[in-house]
């Protein structure tokens, strides 16, 4: 099992920014394409942002599209999401995932390792 490390969460006001990071553990990071989701309370964990294993090919939910970017750092085993222009319909906890496929999905059900999260809290 690989445990992935969130970092970078907190509050923040509306049209501020954030920037989180997840480190994988191990040698293999850069084979695994890396998704982020966010999830509310009583609502189902949602696909924000995937990166495929070079970086070449992403994709974005509509909701963030041109306010949020994703990127990794195959050298240092991590990825990032830029958050700009945050809104409080953003607040929820930040999850990053990894498919160790490399199939780049755009559903929870496809990512086999999963962090711990970090809160995002944007205040109107």
């Known amino acids: 099992q690989v445990q992935l490390v969130e970092s970078g969460g907190g509050l923040v006001q509306a049209g501020g920014s954030l920037r989180l990071s997840c480190v994988v553990p191990?040698?293999?990071?850069?084979?695994?394409?890396m998704g982020w989701f966010r999830q509310s309370p009583g609502k189902e964990r949602e696909f924000v942002a995937a990166?495929?294993?070079?970086?070449?090919?992403?994709y974005y939910a509509d909701s963030v599209k041109g306010r949020f970017t994703i990127s990794r750092d195959n050298a240092k085993n991590t990825v990032f999401l830029q958050m700009n222009r945050l809104k409080p319909e953003d607040t929820a906890a930040y999850y990053c995932?990894?498919?160790?496929?490399?199939?780049?999905?755009?559903?929870?059900?496809?990512?086999?390792?999963w962090g711990q999260g970090t809160q995002v809290t944007v205040s109107s």
């Open positions: 990166i495929s294993w070079s970086g070449g090919r992403i």
């Open positions: 995932a990894a498919d160790p496929t490399g199939g780049l999905g755009l559903s929870r059900y496809e990512y086999s390792y």
């Open positions: 191990g040698r293999t990071f850069s084979s695994y394409a």
